[in-house]
């Protein structure tokens, strides 16, 4: 059955933007993976310091974005302290929004209660140094202060000073931390990725090497039901169910085509 | 409610214009795409040049060569360890000087230099760590000992089987006959549901970006229309 | 000197970085952290490098008149206005970021939300079960779509626990596709091991271009 593809572009386009003008709020069911990262974090005492690094750009904001929000508002709910780096060149900007905007709705005061180191090039060396000392690397953070005087990094140096680390990473990066941080410093270490990468990572999950894993928009949401707070990801797994939903038809009308033709050539 | 400002409302047009330009490329290539494609190749490199400048060449070389220049010729102090000091800071800008001679013909051999230092540090770190990360904790947890429920042994024989039935059909060096053929048979059947089960992951990955776009477009909406009620 | 001193380099830096990881003394901790930091600021100008190559093609369609030399026009004049911005104002400059929010981060967005549409025809057109191997395929991904997103729970909610959809997702992702992707990464951890070796024993030398072949 040959459908010109833009016909195909249209109905997406419809399915996708029809319900999104409209919150159905469909029930969502929170994974072990997910969960196991609320609780770690959710167990820790106030004060405790994790670092959430951050790794997207533009491009895959819509599916991590969410995540990260999420993340941090259940950090700063918790009165933890949150160091962040981003090793993303395009992503440095919109990551350095969204660590303010989400620290000033809880109060947070930067320097005291959150530092935002910047980027630098190659993740992987940036890693591998950070995990001696923070101020290899970084010398200074993102704003240009020393970290030596932001109160929040006095006896703070590595990864060992961390209690967790959860990168929320959209590139081939994620390997860095796992073979890095968790492979030569031991860091606790759960990640959050995109969609497209999470079923690789189930194979770090099951050897120990995460302790939790947070897959696209699902897992965004899930951990906003969680932290109770209902925001773009659980308003999106509406239009995700709806849309999956008329791609499996397209795959089974395109299916039930290709029998059909090839029964009626074999009769033939 | 408070009217949006217009120089605000102005770029969010800006942005949604640009959106649209890219959205009709699903129609067919044309001018507006192929405007957008260039204007954000221009903005990315001069992004990027501003932002390696400021956070990582500032911090990392400039300032601390300048400062043990500057220690270096206040009188007092060690000559030798202050000029070591200077060494080991002209040394990487030295080497990065370098990768530019790649647009010198007659010179471009010197770029190897730099490239040699950069592969030697990533293999280098890379060896014993990729080895240990993916290979070795990888095989100690497919060593899992069957105890527990019934399901729990099925699921741990499952993987089990699976990966080394995966590795024998990524084995080439011998023709995939017998024993060794039906275990990558099997072990091909495996490999096809982890394929397909990060197809499925993709299409909700896809389709989430979408959902971004649409949802960037529906508040520029919102926008015009509360400016111009206002 | 062309190829003997690189790979001398490679040799001599790799394999300290190799045995580094083994010696915890601080003078190799020392020395470790300080080449990382040599191999960043190295990498900042291999970047602005790769930029200058950028700069060069689109100058050399505008000086020799090729077809869209005008979109490389735009191009070079958005990367000069958009760098000038960014080195004088800095990074936390008004302009430069509006040109980021509303210039770059639009583009760059939707580019990659085309991928939806073209994924959608792709499995219309393309994704048959012609063979049992693709019908395991199509399945996997079929259980996986729904099961990972709310309709899953609504169309097979009522069913027993094990034969709903987000549990048979559960049991793919957590067993087979486990056993796979470690097969998969298994090879790739033997496969950058050995690379390496192949770099720092100077038996990989492609990098050095064609003069290294000789």
Not at chain 1, 141 to 165: F, Q
Not at chain 2, 148 to 166: A, E, L, R
Request: glycine residues 8%; hydrophobic residues 50%.
């Amino acid at each position: 059955m040959k459908i010109d593809r833009r016909w195909i572009y249209l109905a997406i386009g419809i399915v996708v933007f029809i319900p999104m003008l409209v919150y159905l709020g469909f029930p969502i069911r929170v994974t072990k993976e997910v969960r196991s990262v609320y609780e770690r974090i959710d167990s820790l005492p106030p004060g405790t310091v994790v670092m959430v690094p951050m790794e997207y750009d533009p491009a895959t904001m819509a599916e991590l974005q969410p995540l990260a929000y999420a993340v941090l508002r259940h950090c700063f709910s918790k009165d933890l302290k949150v160091i962040t780096t981003s090793l993303q060149i395009e992503g440095v900007t919109i990551i350095k929004e969204d660590l303010e905007m989400i620290a000033a709705e809880y109060g947070k005061k930067y320097g005291i209660d959150y530092v935002f180191l910047g980027y630098k090039p190659y993740p992987g060396i940036v890693i591998l140094n950070m995990g001696e000392n923070f101020r290899k690397p970084f010398p200074r953070d993102y704003y240009g202060n020393e970290l030596d005087s932001l109160p929040m990094m006095k006896g703070v140096y590595n990864y060992s000073s961390c209690a967790l680390i959860l990168n929320i990473n959209a590139t081939s990066g994620v390997d860095y931390w796992i073979n890095y941080a968790n492979g030569r410093y031991k860091a606790p270490l759960a990640i959050g990725v995109t969609g497209v990468m999470v079923s690789d990572y189930y194979t770090f999950l099951s050897s120990g090497q995460i302790f939790g894993l947070i897959g696209g928009l699902k897992g965004a949401a899930e951990y906003e039901k969680l932290i109770n707070h209902v925001d773009l990801a659980c308003r999106a797994m509406d239009v995700q169910s709806i849309a999956h939903s008329v791609i499996v038809l397209f795959i089974v009308i395109g299916n039930i085509a290709f029998f059909a033709t090839k029964k009626r050539k074999k009769s033939i | 409610m408070e009217s949006p400002d217009l120089g605000i409302v102005l770029w969010y047009t800006f942005a949604a214009f640009l959106t649209l330009s890219i959205f009709s490329f699903l129609y067919k290539d044309n001018p507006f795409y192929r405007l957008a494609e260039h204007i954000v190749v221009g903005i990315s490199a001069g992004y990027w040049i501003a932002i390696l400048y400021h956070t990582s060449l500032q911090d990392l070389w400039i300032e601390p060569l300048t400062k043990n220049v500057l220690v270096l010729f206040t009188p007092g102090g060690p000559f030798l360890l202050e000029c070591s000091r200077v060494l080991i800071n002209i040394i990487p800008g030295v080497m990065g000087l370098l990768m530019f001679s790649r647009f010198f013909p007659g010179i471009s051999w010197l770029s190897r230099w730099p490239i040699a230092f950069y592969l030697a540090i990533t293999a280098g770190v890379n060896l014993p760590l990729y080895l240990q990360s993916f290979t070795v904790r990888q095989m100690q947890a497919t060593m899992i000992p069957l105890e527990g429920s019934t399901w729990k042994i099925f699921c741990d024989v499952t993987i089990i089987v699976g990966t080394i039935c995966g590795l024998a059909y990524f084995y080439f060096s011998k023709k995939h006959k017998g024993v060794l053929g039906g275990m990558a048979k099997l072990g091909i059947w495996i490999l096809m549901i982890g394929f397909g089960s990060t197809f499925g992951y993709t299409v909700m990955s896809r389709i989430s970006l979408l959902i971004g776009r649409f949802r960037f477009l529906i508040d520029w909406f919102n926008l015009v229309v509360n400016y111009i009620k206002a | 000197m062309k190829r003997e001193l690189p790979l001398m380099i490679v040799l001599i830096f790799g394999t300290f970085m190799a045995f580094q990881y083994f010696v915890p003394h601080r003078i190799s901790s020392d020395l470790y952290q300080e080449f990382n930091n040599w191999t960043i600021i190295i990498g900042i100008f291999a970047m602005v490098v790769g930029i200058g190559s950028l700069i060069s093609l689109h100058y050399n369609r505008i000086k020799f008149k090729k077809p869209g030399w005008g979109y490389s026009t735009v191009t070079i004049v958005c990367l000069i206005g958009m760098m000038s911005i960014g080195l004088i104002g800095g990074t936390e400059n008004d302009l430069f970021l509006k040109l980021y929010r509303h210039g770059l981060a639009p583009v760059t967005s939707t580019m990659f939300s085309l991928l939806a549409f073209f994924i959608a025809s792709a499995a219309y057109r393309a994704f048959r079960a012609r063979t049992i191997l693709a019908t395991l395929l199509l399945l996997a991904a079929v259980v996986v779509m729904l099961g990972r997103v709310p309709i899953g729970e609504i169309l097979t909610g009522w069913l027993p626990r094990p034969l709903q959809f987000s549990e048979i997702s559960n049991f793919l992702l957590y067993v087979p596709n486990t056993a796979a992707k470690r097969a998969i990464f298994i090879g790739v951890g033997l496969g950058v091991a050995a690379m390496s070796l192949k770099i720092i024993l100077g038996i990989e030398r492609t990098w050095l271009g064609g003069e290294g072949r000789k």
